[in-house]
């Protein structure tokens, strides 16, 4: 009897042994596939169209209140303004571009600063080369940044005392106030005004940069070199630019997604730094008037706002402005 308990209570154990080790034993779980959605985004977002051929497509502004999206290299242009393309004081070049937006600070500034340089310098006025797309973005062919309609390039050349074809807006060109060696300024075509010109636009509290070639920023060292150059330190050197400078003005207070350019170095820039740039390798970099540096970045390279951007309906009051200021022939 007694060997029977033992036996009974023996396979009891071995079965709860069993039953535990069953319950313990490792489990295999097959993981979970890849999301077939997320995939199908991922691919549409690699082999979607640059963002430059998207946003030069757009004609017209899109609606919705005036801000500046992103950084200055890599953004976009909410509820632009156009600049007209001819204003007592300025006339707009390359109008076929259709690069004359901006945000309504950029083009309150050409207003204002016009005529203020026309008057410093003695010119009829200015011509103004390329602002922005009206939604800003990139630009297919030109330029890296001119994406947040904060951004103008402004010709060293005066603007001429009568209005300008249309023939003439398109082909001629800008005149080149560096030497051949890329070292000094033509001194056949630079004169003082074009001192003043810089200064002029340096000095505006909004300005955040002006841009010019390093032959210019080294002679604006040697002529001030006895004035006050307080203005100099915003005036940096920069490739190209030897037919006209960059200003570019600081984020808005109305746009809260606009990213800020780190503030420019202390001093005026007079110093050994400004070397660097008269060195073999930076002086045989040819930059390519139609090379488009930001012509490869995607709709995701943008901040997420800039597909709304792209994709909202069209301001209604921007067909009849632009049909006024178009240039006559």
Known sequence: MNGNVAVVIAFSVALTCAATAKRTAPVHIPLPRNNPLKNIEQQKQENSPPAASLFSEKKLPSLGKAMAIGY??????????????TGPTWQVMRPSRNRNWGHPELVKFLERFAPL???????????IGDMAQPRGGPLPFGHKSHQIGLDVDIWFMPMPDRVLTKYERENILASNVVAADGKHINDKIWSPADVVFIRTAAEQ?????????????????????????SWMSKVRPWYGHDDHVHVRLKCPADSPNCRA?????GGDGCDKSLDHWFTDSILRIKIPEFGGSSAGLKLKDLPAACIAVL????????????????PRR
């Open 117 to 127: 340089v026309a008057k410093a310098t003695g010119w009829k006025g200015i011509l």
């Open 72 to 85: 200055y290299p890599r953004g976009c242009l909410q509820g632009g303004v156009e600049l007209p393309t």
């Open 261 to 265: 350019q780190p503030p420019v170095p």
């Open 311 to 326: 994709n909202a309906p069209a301001s209604p009051a921007s067909a009849a402005i632009k049909e006024q200021s178009e």
């Open 205 to 229: 509290p909004e300005v955040e940069r002006v841009l010019v070639n390093a032959a210019i920023k080294k002679e604006l060292c040697r002529v001030e070199s006895q004035n006050d150059r």
